[in-house]
Structures are given as C-alpha cells and as structure tokens.
C-alpha cells in the first residue's frame, strides 16, 4: 500500500504514519518540516495553506489512500482533495463526532449534522470546519471517500492537554477535586486504536462514515482517575508529595463554584445534554466493522510514560487547561455536598 499523509507529525496522524510504517507501507507525508518526522517515511515538504503549497505532489506518483485529519480551514482540504482525486484511489478524512447537530444519547451516523460551506475559512465554528471538510472530499472522491468521526481522543503525545493535566495534577498529590458522578460513562478511543481501525478501513477500501470512539459504560470518571493515580504512585512518592484521594464533589456544586467543565476539569462534562452527546452514543458500526480498543489503563499508563520520557518541557498542556490549586483548595475546603455515585 503506498500511503500518503497530510500532516504527519502530531498526534493522531503521527499515530496513523507510525501504524502504517509497522505495516510495511510506503508512507509519504507531507507538511512544512517544523516538527520532528516519525521514523520511516519519505518528506515531502509543502504548505498546503499556499497556493503553491501541493507542488511537491506532482512528481510524487500516486496513491492507494491519503489520510487528512486538517481541522482548519475547509477550503484547504477542498484544495488537496482536487489535486489528488486523479491520482489517489481513497481519501480518508478524520472528522469529529462534533458535526452532529445536538445529538441525544444513543446517536449514531445518520443523526442530522450542522450546515457547512466546503469552501469556508477559518471564521466558522470547528463543527462546521470538519463538516465542511467532509463535503469536499465527498464532492472529489465520492464513493472512494472514507470519513470517520471520532470523539474524544487519548493517549500518547497529545496536544490537547487533557489526560495530561489529570496526570500531572496526579502527581502532587493529596485531596483531588473530582467531579462526580462518579460512575459517569466517558467514551474516548486511544489514538493508536483510532489509527489501527482507519487503516484496517483503507485496507478494506471501505467507503461510507464511522463513529470511531469505545461504547458508553465500561470506562467512568473514577476508573479513569483512579488509574492516574496507579501510574504515577512511583514519581509522586520520589516527590516527596502527599498519598493521592479522590474527593468527589456533586456536580452541581461545581458548576455553582464557577468551574468550567472541559478546560477546567478536562474531558468532565456534567449530566444533561452536552454528556449524552458526547459520551452516550451508539457506535455499534465502528464495533461491527472489528473496531477494538485497548483498556483504559492502558492509555494512561503509556501516556504516563511518554510524559515521563519528554520531561515537563514538552508535555504541551496549553494555558487555560485545568484547574488552578488555590482555586481547587478553596473549593474542597467549602462546605459543599460530596457525591458517591
């Protein structure tokens, strides 16, 4: 399979390079060269924003799949796909599940997604941007377009900061602000396991639109921070900082203390529509087409281990993200109502 990758270099297309080279793939990918490349694969450099961006392509042959996960402007990706509809025979974009238009829970593809302009710029909304995206490759590609919507992805080097600043949070230790309920579903996909499946749908030629995150109910809020604390036992005992413990606080005495859900507290939402949306879908597609997803504790053992490897100077956890300590001490030492469950 020759493959080529626009982008590359970070997270889930860093990933996708990666699974594709371990393969044995011919891996392209193509970007401005101001990240480091994984191990493998042949650069073609090119800013895909300049109208001269793609140039680069047009002695580089042909292509059994390209893999896009540009999340920016629509017009950029209506532009690749124009230029490599002749010489590619499938191009699969990574979406979002945030193109549905307030989906309930139990939502799956065929739940109506927002208005979007192919040709649009930056001005609209992200929703908006990657199903705009999607109508470009559509328009292009046709029945050779592969879309997969994920939701919220994990795992080692992401530049989100979310499982990142749990973790770190983990480190120092003592009384930790957790957002009940405690049991409350989360649906993520590793973003390894997001690679594993898009490529196993690329191998297969397989057209259409997928859901691509695990099924609502085996992984919790406490299960996930409960293996954040497992995992960073060793380095918060050589620290010298206090035993961790989860202080589970009801919800809606957080939201009534001024936190914000998902920057504040990263990847809770509380119970109402927003988490039905994001966290209670029906993904049995991505199931019936062999999906599978490794443990939770994984991820979060081996994200651990990346930070570990990178050091805190690259960890990446953008301002904004997470909870300040002084704000999170007054917060536990109020009065407030615990939550159990």
């Given amino acids: 399979m020759r493959l080529l990758v626009l982008g590359g270099t970070r997270y889930v297309g860093r990933a996708i390079a990666a699974d594709a080279v371990a393969r044995g793939w011919d891996v392209s990918v193509l970007n401005r060269g ?9 650069h073609l450099a090119g800013d895909r924003t300049r109208a001269d961006g793609l140039g680069v392509l047009d002695d580089a042959g042909s292509w059994d799949v390209v893999v896009d996960t540009w999340e920016h402007a629509p017009r950029v990706v209506h532009a690749s796909a124009h230029a490599l509809s002749g010489r590619t025979g499938r191009y699969l974009y990574i979406s979002s599940r945030s193109v549905y238009d307030h989906p309930p829970a139990g939502a799956r593809e065929d739940h109506a997604v927002v208005d979007a302009d192919p040709q649009a710029g930056e001005e609209v909304s992200f929703a908006q941007r990657k199903r705009g995206a ?28 979310r499982l ?33 499946f898009a490529l196993d749908q690329a191998e297969r030629d397989r057209p259409g639109v997928v859901d691509v995150v695990g099924p609502s109910g085996p992984v919790t809020t406490e299960r996930l921070l409960q293996a954040t604390i497992s995992v960073t036992a060793e380095q918060r005992h ?20 001024g936190v914000s859900p998902w920057t504040e507290l990263p990847i809770w939402l509380p119970p109402g529509p927003d988490h039905d949306a994001l966290h209670r879908s029906d993904v049995s597609t991505a199931l019936d087409e062999g999906m599978t997803l490794r443990p939770i504790e994984s991820t979060v053992a081996e994200t651990w281990d990346w930070m570990m490897q990178t050091g805190p100077d690259g960890w ?4 904004g993200v997470g909870l300040d300590p002084a704000r999170e001490r007054q917060i536990l030492d109020a009065e407030l109502p615990r939550s159990t469950s």
Wanted: proline share 11%; no cysteine; charged share 25%.
């Fill in 34 to 42: 101001t990240q480091p490349l994984p191990d493998g694969v042949t």
């Fill in 238 to 257: 050589k620290a010298g900082n206090p035993a961790a413990r989860l202080d589970w606080v009801d919800p809606e005495s957080i939201l009534d203390a």
């Fill in 316 to 319: 990446g956890i953008p301002s």
């Fill in 164 to 196: 990142l600043w749990w973790l770190a949070r983990a480190v120092r230790g003592g009384r930790i602000l957790s957002p009940g309920p405690a049991d409350s579903p989360i649906q993520h996909v590793d973003a390894r396991d997001l690679a594993r």
């Fill in 134 to 161: 999607e109508l470009a490759v559509a328009a292009e590609f046709g029945e050779r377009a592969s879309v997969l919507r994920p939701g919220l992805v994990l795992g080692p080097d992401e530049n989100m900061g």
